[in-house]
């Protein structure tokens, strides 16, 4: 096609002004040269150098020149339409498997085989992980890149099966190179030195594990941290004290997963934490069996801005006396803003059956609840068990969720049922004393389960 023709020789001047020149031995060919060339190029070998040669010459593009690389693969190898629709048109007149293949083949487009061929080079997966980094930030400017993107996730899906990654156990004795990417990825509660890691990872109450994938040996995907206790904590403060005392793992009832990371933001919308978590829970549990509860304790990172969304600024005493939502929700933007430090009990329920409102209640357009941890853990089929005031007085804690923590719990025969119930039918389970917050008006909404769901309440908040 003459329009597509002329778009490539655009982008090669692009590349070509971007100020590379040959990348691999003696291979002085543009970018987008070198694209159709390990596209054409048959051999294994010569096609290892061609891939290895181009992700040089990406690394070294400025951003012009990695601009044009994706307006190269976004739109140079897209799908194209005509062809796509004559195969799907003579796989309607003849369902052959020679239409059939034609059909595949067209259906796909080019840049994923192009970006298949790229990952055939040595240190390319990890390579290719870095260029969705750059792309995801490319697109709120240019929204078009998101069919590029929608194939960059749906071969990383492909390539970062759980069947491919394996749990590593990390502690005190892993390799200072591996302990310096826990204290930069971590992403809940910063790590503020040496001294603060191994606090972490150090005492025999402590675990930490994570996922690696065989092309990455030496970068973690995700990772969560763990505290073995007798009795759940009431505060993160608590669980990273630095005069904490540690207790025999043997005396321990309780597992706490207290932070969970994910460590490659190019392998964004690629799900790793809910097999992570299971399988931490399933081996902790063999190996411990005196382990009754697995829970979290989870940060609320949308409450105050969705408090916020339902309110006109500061409310005043006057608005926060005409209702209680309204004082609940006033309450939570004095204890964010330093202006409510203690609460009575009164007080306190008020908020906290505003908080499993929040929970219980508020949700997106496509049914499912606001809060993003909500949604991770609830979609791995954990339940609500407990909402925690006061349990992060950190600046963070504050701001986002006005020290509010909860629980999610774990229930290994559980997991399954609940995670089929939340997608299909966005079921949010809680524990009754969860539901017994709700306001009275909107507790008629939640109903108790059946004998098989234990002490669970089932929060009727389902998809709209």
Same mark, same amino acid.
């Given at each position: 096609m003459?329009? +597509?023709g002329?778009? /490539?020789?655009?982008?090669t001047?692009?590349f070509?002004?971007?100020?590379t020149?040959?990348?691999? @031995?003696?291979?002085?060919?543009s970018?987008?040269?070198?694209c159709?060339?390990?596209?054409s ?8 150098l ?5 992700l ?5 593009l400025d951003?012009?020149? =990695? ?13 194209d ?6 195969a799907?048109?003579?796989y309607?007149?003849?369902?052959s ?8 083949k ?5 840049r994923q085989?192009l970006?298949?061929?790229l ?16 792309? #995801?930030t490319l ?8 069919r ?6 749906h071969?990383?899906?492909?390539w970062? $099966?759980r069947?491919f990654? +394996? ?7 892993s390799p200072?190179s #591996?302990l310096?990417?826990i204290?930069?990825y971590e992403? +809940?509660? %910063?790590?503020?030195d040496?001294?603060?890691l191994?606090?972490?990872m /150090?005492p025999?109450? &402590?675990?930490?594990f994570?996922?690696?994938? @065989?092309?990455m040996?030496d970068?973690?995907l995700i ?6 206790v ?8 608590q669980v990273?004290?630095d005069? &904490?005392?540690?207790?025999d @793992? ?6 706490v997963?207290?932070?969970i990371? $994910?460590?490659?933001?190019g392998l ?7 097999? #992570?978590?299971?399988? !931490? ?7 411990? @069996? ?6 979290t ?5 949308g409450?105050?801005?969705?408090i916020d969304?339902?309110?006109d600024g ?5 608005e926060?006396?005409?209702a209680p939502e309204?004082a609940?929700?006033?309450?939570? /933007? ?8 203690e609460?009575?009990n009164?007080q306190?329920?008020t908020m906290?059956?505003q !908080? %499993?409102?929040y ?7 496509d049914?499912?609840p606001?809060d ?7 979609g791995n089929?954990?339940?609500?068990d407990?909402?925690i005031?006061?349990?992060?007085r950190?600046g963070k804690?504050l701001?986002q969720?006005?020290s509010v923590? !909860? ?12 995670? =089929?119930?939340?997608?299909?039918q ?6 009754k004393?969860?539901a017994? #917050?709700?306001p009275?008006?909107?507790r008629?909404?939640a ?13 009727e908040t389902?998809k709209?």
């Open positions: 003459k329009g +597509v002329y778009l /490539q020789d655009l982008l001047s692009i070509e002004r971007s100020g020149t040959a990348h691999g @031995p003696g291979d002085s060919r970018m987008a040269d070198l159709q060339a390990l596209l190029e048959r051999g294994e070998v010569s096609g290892h061609l891939a290895g040669a181009a040089d010459r990406f690394d070294a951003e012009a020149g =990695q601009l044009a690389f994706f307006e190269l693969l976004n739109d140079v190898y897209d799908l339409a005509q062809t796509l629709a004559g799907a048109e003579a309607g007149r003849d369902p498997l020679k239409h059939f293949s034609h059909l595949l067209t259906a796909e487009p080019r085989e970006l298949r061929r990952n055939s080079a040595p240190g390319a997966t990890a390579r290719l992980v870095k260029m969705r980094e750059r792309l #995801l697109l709120r400017e240019h929204p078009g890149f998101g590029t993107d929608l194939d960059m996730r071969l990383f899906a492909s970062f $099966n069947g990654l +394996v749990m590593r156990h990390i502690d005190w004795q200072a #591996l310096e990417k204290i930069a992403a +809940v509660h %910063a790590i503020d040496w001294d603060d191994r606090r972490r /150090q025999p109450d &402590r675990r930490c994570a996922f690696f994938h @065989p092309a040996p970068e973690p990772f969560v941290e763990v505290a073995l007798d009795e759940p904590p009431t505060s993160i403060q990273l004290a005069d &904490r005392k540690p207790i @793992p043997a005396k321990a009832k309780t597992a997963f207290y932070s990371s $994910n460590c490659q933001k964004k919308g690629v799900s790793f934490g809910n097999f #992570l978590i299971k399988q !931490v829970a399933g081996d902790l549990a063999e190996e411990m @069996p005196h382990l009754k509860n697995f829970i304790l989870s940060p609320v990172p409450l105050m801005r969705w969304q339902r309110t500061e409310i005043s005493p006057e926060a006396a005409e309204m609940a929700r006033a309450l939570l /933007q004095q204890v964010r803003d330093g202006k409510a430090t609460l009575d009164a306190e329920k906290l059956g !908080v %499993a409102d929970f219980c209640n508020g949700k997106r357009n049914g499912f606001v993003p941890v909500a949604r991770f853990h609830l089929g954990a339940s609500l407990r909402i005031f006061g349990a992060d950190s804690g701001a969720s006005a923590m !909860v629980n999610y719990r774990y229930e290994l025969a559980e997991i399954e049922k609940r995670h =089929q119930a939340y997608v299909s966005g079921v949010v389970h809680t524990s004393t969860v017994g #917050l709700l009275t008006i909107k008629s909404r109903r108790k389960s059946s004998s098989e769901q234990g002490s669970d309440t089932v929060a389902g709209h």
